[in-house]
Antibody, heavy 119, light 107 residues
């Protein structure tokens, strides 16, 4: 079965960086884009960007341009999202999700990774 | 960016009630509209894509429809497990954007 398993919770200080991993299993990793979405406590869903694991092509939301980097390691079917220059308002749960182009939607999601930014 | 305006932001309903949630796009998104259900502490779950196609395994009491830039999610007979927050998402153009969410609460 398709699974996306994310790395655990992190606590970071303002100005630091965080790197969240998303390990895929149960399907061909390079056949589906990976999207990253975050959610602050009690708030809605905010899309951050996407990456094509096959080509490495990626696109980021303008809000995160210059601070976010999405990469992948196809040998271990893992996608990464690194966010730098962290601020307190980056405190959120970060999700990876598989974009299924056949349905044009995110059909599988990781369990989420809580990132807390606090001094 | 395309704005997705979802209403209401919350609704109180009883088991067995019919519940309707609306999402309005700021411009034409054809039918590239998905609906997700999210329960507390859990990741979103895809319910409907292409505005009206039920994802595999989703109960038939959920349905989606569209009229121009207005999209509707209907739960025909609310069940206890349906109390959750629902989000719409447009996937027509970059960047994809979500509605603000509708919390379905127990009356």
């Amino acid at each position: 079965q398709v699974q996306l398993v994310q790395s655990g919770a992190e606590v970071k200080k303002p100005g630091a960086s965080v790197k969240v991993s998303c390990k895929a299993s149960g399907y061909t990793f390079t056949s589906y884009e990976i999207n990253w979405v975050r959610q602050a406590t009690g708030q809605g869903l905010e899309w951050m960007g996407w990456m094509d694991p096959r080509s490495g092509n990626k696109g980021y939301a303008q809000k995160f341009q210059g601070r976010v980097t999405m990469t992948r390691d196809t040998s271990i079917s893992t996608a990464y999202m690194e966010l730098s220059s962290l601020r307190s308002d980056d405190t959120a749960v970060y999700y990876c999700a598989r974009r299924n182009l056949a349905v044009v939607a995110e059909d599988y999601w990781g369990q989420g990774s809580l990132v807390t930014v606090s001094s | 960016d395309i704005q997705m305006t979802q209403s209401p932001s919350s609704v109180s309903a009883s088991v067995g009630d019919r519940v309707t949630i609306t999402c309005r796009a700021s411009q034409d998104i054809k039918n590239w509209l998905a609906w997700y259900q999210q329960k507390p502490g859990k990741a979103p779950k895809l319910l409907i894509y292409g505005a009206s196609t039920l994802q595999t395994g989703v109960p038939s009491r959920f349905s989606g429809s569209s009229s121009g830039t207005d999209f509707t999610l209907t739960i025909s007979s609310l069940q206890p497990e349906d109390f959750a927050t629902y989000y719409c998402q447009q996937a027509d153009s970059f960047p994809t954007t979500f509605g603000g969410g509708t919390k379905v609460e127990i009356k």
